[in-house]
């Protein structure tokens, strides 16, 4: 088709005028590359996601802290000598009330529960048998209890726990040195408590510093115990939040310890509910059923004093090359950075492509010792998608409210391909009934030059034009067809 042929509001000098620019095109919502994950994880988010009618990064974030913790402390991932990488992942879905976050949460978390649930099982047996030999113990004459070993309460086995105290998870983990799961399905209780000060002696904020990165943690007490001592304290972490919750409680002080950028983030778009829906398979489940439980059965290596040691897992000659690249454009986009919080974002994003790359290559294998080329770039992919995705948040959360309700329409609308009627988006939602009123909010893209009218000729059948919205792109300039 001839350009001619067609209608386009950019080349009209009567079209609306830009209004003030306050939304980057280049700042939205790219799909989680799901080819990106082993075969029986792609199976599980997509069929799980088109099962609950959500977009399928609302599952993979939790799945991924699901991983990371199953592996927990029995392996590393060994950059250099002196730079090794745990098996730790912070990840937190943002998305509104009623966006279905619960439902994925719970299912991409749900193999690990199972396991958690069937150790709680075993510990209370092991209590009750606790129970009648300490009742027989405690009947014995006290010279016979001299020649009797006292009888010890079973150790309860953690794998998921939704304490957040730093308290209760230096109890948990000194009898769990793989390290545990915390999961919330709401998570703006953790981001408040780690901020607040305990009675004006300081925050927990330092403290989690040093968990995300699997390092000391120390906590005193006045009673009991007076110091827990954990030398590798490794908590994989997994919740959601609200748009406006976390908006507020991002204050800058998280951005300028770091904590912000040790957090992968994703804000899903809304996914339409369709009659389509099938359950998932119970291959599908049990595919990856036994994946976390297979990464569970991973042993951990305990040295002479009792301090875990993870194995390592290196990388080959190629692989090496590759990150070393990989670190010099990293460097080079945080000196061309927009902004602190950016910068600080990028600064961690080396290390999450390498956590990422273990993961992955675990889930594949779980005796893998070496991660190759391909392996380190599906998790230099990954990392870049949740750098992209940050960078995105934030611009968002820069944003009036107008300027918000206007990045949301967008979204809607590259959700649907970008190219859409008033009648599409009509049917797409009943916020944008009637016609005129979906033809208004696409108007208001037009007007922030964030989009353009096409009219499309009738076809050889005759009929009336129709007329599109397409979304502007970072090639709006060149004289490519836009149909």
Not at 73 to 102: H, N, T, Y
Not at 455 to 473: E, H, K, M, N, S
Request: net charge negative.
């Amino acid at each position: 088709m001839a350009k001619s042929d067609h209608y386009d509001s950019r080349n009209d000098p009567d079209a609306p005028g830009a209004v003030t620019q306050t939304i980057n095109p280049t700042h939205r919502w790219q799909p989680f590359p799901t080819v990106l994950l082993p075969e029986p994880l792609e199976r599980f988010v997509v069929d799980t996601s088109d099962a609950i009618c959500c977009d399928p990064a609302m599952i993979v974030l939790p799945m991924l802290s699901t991983i990371a913790a199953s592996i927990g402390m029995a392996r590393e991932i060994v950059l250099f000598k002196s730079w090794r990488e745990p098996s730790v992942i912070w990840a937190c879905v943002v998305a509104d009330a009623g966006g279905k976050k619960s439902p994925a949460h719970d299912k991409a978390i749900a193999p690990l529960q199972a396991i958690q649930d069937h150790a709680f099982a075993v510990h209370d047996y092991g209590m009750e048998d606790f129970k009648q030999k300490r009742k027989e113990y405690d009947a014995l004459p006290k010279k016979d209890q001299a020649k009797t070993a006292e009888p010890e309460p079973p150790c309860c086995l953690r794998y998921v726990t939704n304490n957040s105290t730093i308290e209760a998870l230096a109890a948990i983990l000194c009898e769990n040195p793989r390290g545990v799961l915390m999961q919330h399905d709401e998570l703006s209780a953790w981001f408040k408590g780690f901020g607040e000060y305990k009675g004006g002696k300081g925050s927990d904020l330092p403290t989690w510093l040093q968990i995300q990165r699997a390092g000391a943690m120390t906590v005193d007490r006045k009673t009991g115990i007076r110091v827990t001592h954990i030398p590798r304290a490794a908590v994989c972490v997994t919740g959601t939040i609200q748009p406006e919750t976390l908006d507020r409680i991002l204050t800058p002080e998280y951005f300028e310890c770091g904590m912000a950028g040790r957090i992968l983030f994703a804000k899903p778009p809304e996914r339409a509910l369709t009659r389509d829906v099938t359950d998932v398979s119970d291959g599908t489940i049990d595919g990856y059923n036994r994946l976390i439980a297979n990464l569970t059965r991973i042993p951990l290596t305990i040295d002479d004093i009792g301090v875990c040691k993870p194995v390592g897992v290196h990388l080959t000659p190629e692989a090496r090359e590759r990150f070393l690249d990989f670190r010099m454009d990293i460097d080079a986009r945080k000196r061309d950075a927009e902004s602190n919080k950016i910068k600080a974002m990028l600064a961690k994003s080396e290390a999450y492509a390498a956590r990422l790359t273990l993961i992955l290559a675990l889930a594949e294998n779980p005796d893998a010792t070496f991660v190759d080329l391909d392996e380190l770039e599906r998790g230099i992919a990954l990392a870049e998608w949740f750098s992209n995705e940050s960078i995105r948040l934030y611009a968002e959360f820069s944003l009036n409210e107008e300027a918000r309700e206007l990045q949301k329409l967008v979204d809607i609308v590259a959700q649907m391909g970008g190219r859409v009627t008033a009648r599409d988006l009509c049917n797409r939602s009943k916020r944008f009934r009637p016609t005129e009123k979906a033809t208004g909010a696409l108007l208001r893209l037009v007007e922030a030059r964030l989009g353009y009218w096409v009219d499309q000729p009738p076809g050889p059948q005759g009929g009336r034009p129709t007329t599109y919205f397409v979304l502007a792109t970072d090639d709006d300039e060149s004289d490519d067809e836009p149909f």
